[in-house]
C-alpha cells in the first residue's frame, strides 16, 4: 500500500505565500512524476504543477513564475512554494503520485486533498 500524507494549506492573505509538502510512504521501487492538482467549487481538477524523477517540470499557465515545485527523490517527497497568491487560487490542492511502482503493479496514487484559502 502506497500513502501520500500532505502538509501546509491554510489560510492566507493575498500576495501571501504558502508551502505545501507530500511525502509517499510505503511499499514501492520509484516514482516516474510527482505533481499538485487543484479543485475549486464548481470547477474541475486541474494540474497546478508536475515534476518528474529527472527534474523536468510543468506548471499551469496560470502559475507560472508564482509557482515553485521541487522534488527529493530520496525522500520521496515533494514540494510546492506558492508565492504571490491570488484569492483565484483558493481550492482544495491534491498531491499526485504519477507511475508508482511495486513489485507487481504500476499505478497512480492521490492525497487525501489539503485546503488553500486566498482571502482578499
Known amino acids: 500500500q502506497v500513502q501520500l500524507v500532505e502538509s501546509g494549506g491554510g489560510l492566507v492573505q493575498a500576495g501571501g505565500s504558502l508551502r505545501l509538502s507530500c511525502a509517499a510512504s510505503g511499499s514501492f521501487f520509484s516514482i516516474d512524476a510527482m505533481g499538485w492538482y487543484r479543485q475549486a467549487p464548481g470547477k474541475q481538477r486541474e494540474l497546478v504543477a508536475r515534476?518528474?524523477?529527472?527534474?523536468?517540470?510543468n506548471y499551469a499557465d496560470s502559475v507560472k513564475g508564482r509557482f515553485a515545485i521541487s522534488r527529493d527523490n530520496a525522500d520521496n517527497t515533494v514540494y510546492l512554494q506558492m508565492n504571490s497568491l491570488k484569492p483565484e487560487d483558493t481550492a482544495v490542492y491534491y498531491c499526485n503520485a504519477e507511475g508508482v511502482y511495486t513489485l507487481r503493479t504500476r499505478r497512480d496514487y492521490w492525497g487525501q486533498g489539503t485546503q488553500v484559502t486566498v482571502s482578499s
Open positions: 515534476i518528474t524523477s529527472g527534474g523536468s517540470t
